[in-house]
């Protein structure tokens, strides 16, 4: 089945940048979207459709895409940016949704 | 404001049933695609099933597949998630959420133990 790949964790300091990579074969094809999860609580889109910010999502989120590789991008990460973030996307017929196994963000 | 209200988890023994609900509010749910997302204890999200805009296609997870049924009412702008032959690895938190171009808006899940 098909799988995304996320790094189990990053680490930065406050006012730092802030790279969460997601590699999955379809990529090229596909969009991937960004969710940010906080302990307890639902979790928020904060990238659509690779690089789109959705209403009410801070300047400092981005994202890119690269061939097999998209990346989320949090410019001077913020101690309330602590959380875990998964990718999302598609297989490469549309058919099944895939999420990543999800990225702990530590800024400390 | 848009709202998504997830109902009907509990205990439930192996090899049980359970039916979720999921009442949305703020929108018209026949405009759009509705998922159901997983969360199990300590773990990542995972996607469990997808509905299109009238319930003419339905998509699965292979772990489901054959176990649960996603269903729909538009009339009651209602989803629902009948979960038949419950086993302890589907213990987790069930999300529903609005799709379109991603989930973009999550309930806040209900919560689903399979133990005896």
């Known amino acids: 089945s098909y799988k995304l790949t996320q790094p189990a964790s990053v680490s930065v300091s406050p006012g730092q940048t802030a790279r969460i990579t997601c590699s999955g074969d379809?990529?090229?094809?596909?969009?991937a979207y960004w969710y940010q999860q906080k302990p307890g609580q639902a979790p928020v889109m904060v990238i659509s459709?690779?690089?789109e910010r959705p209403s009410g999502i801070p300047e400092r989120f981005s994202g890119s895409s690269s061939g097999t590789t998209v990346t989320l991008t949090i410019s001077g990460a913020q101690a309330e940016d602590e959380a875990n973030y998964y990718c999302?996307?598609?297989?490469?017929?549309?058919?099944?949704?895939?999420f990543g196994g999800g990225t702990k963000l530590t800024v400390l | 404001e848009v709202r998504l209200v997830e109902s009907g988890g509990g205990l439930v023994q192996p090899g049980g049933s359970l039916r979720l609900s999921c009442a949305a509010s703020?929108?018209?749910?026949?405009?759009?695609?509705l998922t159901w997302v997983r969360q199990a204890p300590g773990q990542g999200l995972e996607w469990v099933a997808n509905?299109?805009?009238?319930?003419?296609?339905?998509r699965y997870v292979d772990s489901v597949e054959g176990r649960f049924t996603i269903s729909r009412d538009n009339a009651r702008n209602s989803l629902y998630l009948q979960m038949n032959s419950l086993r302890a690895e589907d213990t987790a938190v069930y999300y529903c959420?609005?799709?379109?171009?991603?989930?973009?808006?999550w309930g806040h899940g209900t919560l689903v133990t399979v133990s005896s």
């Open positions: 959420g609005r799709t379109e171009m991603g989930i973009q808006y």
């Open positions: 703020g929108f018209t749910i026949s405009d759009y695609w």
């Open positions: 509905i299109n805009r009238d319930g003419s296609t339905r």
């Open positions: 379809a990529l090229p094809k596909q969009y």
């Open positions: 459709k690779d690089s």
């Open positions: 999302q996307s598609s297989d490469s017929s549309d058919t099944y949704v895939v």
